[in-house]
């Protein structure tokens, strides 16, 4: 038998996959309201990561948001990591898929962080 702290833990865990990795929509939710709110994280998100990282943005030009996206749902921000490094493992990501080159130089410091 569960606690009513771990049925809540468990819930919550529900809706944050529902809200950040495309999961379905927890019993009692709204399905379109959910979809609503995870596209407004993810433009969060977003924006936040082409605010610290613009020669990721700069580089992606329009295809920036539909790569966040992408890879925002396939790798669900966590508590544990900070937002500089989630933007950099973002880049990462880009380069081992080819979206862009391998930086050189001094912009390569951000791929060694991650």
Request: proline share 6%; no cysteine; aromatic share 8%.
């Amino acid at each position: 038998m569960t606690s009513p702290r771990e049925r809540l833990a468990g819930q919550q865990a529900e809706l944050l996959k529902a809200l950040l990795a495309g999961g379905d929509p927890p019993a009692g939710f709204d399905a379109d309201r959910l979809r609503i709110e995870a596209n407004v994280l993810r433009n969060k998100q977003s924006r936040l990561a082409a605010y610290l990282r613009p020669d990721l943005a700069e580089a992606l030009g329009d295809r920036f948001g539909a790569l966040f996206r992408e890879y925002a749902t396939a790798h669900p921000k966590t508590d544990t990591i900070r937002a500089r490094a989630y933007a950099d493992a973002f880049g990462t990501w880009l380069v081992e898929r080819g979206e862009i080159p391998k930086p050189k130089g001094r912009l390569a410091r951000w791929l060694h962080r991650v």
